[in-house]
């Protein structure tokens, strides 16, 4: 499973505060894709995670009083993740599967 935490930006205040949590992050050596614009921001962790798991994460931001929502979502063999509305991958037109696992 990949995961991705959205931050919802209401304010500056926000902003500032999931700035600094990112530079915490990567303080600790922890590095993946980010984007998003002025009112929501995503933290993908996915292939792109690096340095430290989902976990340790979700560690360094338990307290944040920026909003922020948690999401998990399959991924597939082909390092895109899977579409959940739809009955195979967009990429790769598997079935749902996740990362590693090989249709015989």
């Known amino acids: 499973m990949w995961h991705k935490i959205t931050w919802i930006l209401k304010n500056d205040e926000d902003l500032w505060e999931m700035r600094e949590l990112l530079q915490k992050c990567r303080d600790a050596g922890i590095y993946f894709d980010t984007g998003g614009h002025k ?60 990362i590693g696992e090989q249709d015989e």
């Open 39 to 98: 009112t929501c921001y995503d933290w993908e962790l996915d292939w792109s995670l690096e340095g430290g798991t989902k976990d340790d994460v979700l560690a360094i931001i338990k307290d944040a009083k920026a909003e922020w929502d948690f999401h998990e979502f399959r991924a597939c063999i082909c390092s895109e993740p899977f579409e959940q509305d739809n009955e195979l991958c967009l990429v790769c037109f598997q079935q749902p599967h996740e």
